[in-house]
């Protein structure tokens, strides 16, 4: 699942066995309680809402402590068997985390990420657990040779919703590792120009809707894109 602003949550990691557990009791009485999931190696995940700037980090907190937020992925372990030590609800991420105390630095918490020059939001990256398959690959890019023939060929007044219900299937395979967001996007945004909404909507829009469809398919990996 990805974090960050694609999914407004973050979420901080405890890996006991590098110690996250001594950071985690020194510090537990500061954290706001929230929805806490136990990992399949016994450590935790804590998951907070997500606020704006704060990025993926490795150690930084403390060893053993792990975060993820723009750009990241982790694992949802209750689909995978492992216990929900805290239902929640979902709480705001830690306000003196977020003004760098405990060794946070800017390459773990920064300012929001700048737009770009377009204003439009940089691109999200993600850090699936495994490489993709060559079967995973050849179905990722035969989706998006599908889904520019779908685009190419549609009819006026429906491209807009199309570009975005194809962009959502694209995202779920995006999100899994299977194919490049840099590809995806570039590729709708050519077969906008073919079919004529680039030029009636403009590169700005055609984007955002872009964006908004990939966005909301990474937030469902565990359903497969299918095209007839």
């Known amino acids: 699942m990805p974090t960050g602003v694609i999914s407004d949550i973050d979420v901080i990691g405890i890996d006991p066995r590098n110690g996250g557990d001594q950071w985690f009791f020194e510090n537990r009485d500061k954290l706001p309680k929230t929805r806490t999931h136990e990992t399949q190696r016994f450590g935790q995940h804590l998951v907070y809402r997500h606020m704006a700037g704060v990025r993926c980090s490795t150690n930084k907190i403390a060893p053993g402590v792990d975060l993820k937020g723009d750009g990241g992925f982790v694992i949802w372990w209750p689909q995978h068997g492992c216990r929900v030590l805290c239902e929640g609800p979902v709480a705001d991420f830690p306000s003196w985390l977020a003004r760098g105390e405990m060794g946070v630095t800017t390459a773990g918490l920064g300012a929001a990420a700048a737009t770009g020059t377009a204003g439009i939001t940089p691109i999200p990256s993600f850090s699936p657990e495994k490489a993709a398959t060559l079967f995973e690959s050849n179905y990722a890019r035969r989706a998006l040779a599908n889904?520019?023939?779908?685009?190419?060929?549609?009819?006026?007044?429906?491209?807009?919703?199309?570009?975005?219900?194809?962009?959502?299937?694209?995202?779920?395979?995006?999100?899994?590792?299977?194919?490049?967001?840099?590809r995806v996007e570039s590729y709708l945004l050519r077969c906008c120009e073919a079919d004529g909404l680039l030029a009636d909507d403009g590169e700005r829009q055609c984007l955002a809707t872009s964006k908004s469809g990939l966005g909301a398919g990474a937030m469902r990996p565990d359903i497969r894109a299918e095209w007839d």
């Open 147 to 182: 889904a520019c023939f779908e685009l190419r060929n549609c009819p006026q007044g429906s491209r807009n919703s199309k570009l975005n219900a194809l962009a959502y299937k694209m995202g779920r395979l995006i999100v899994r590792g299977w194919i490049e967001w840099e």
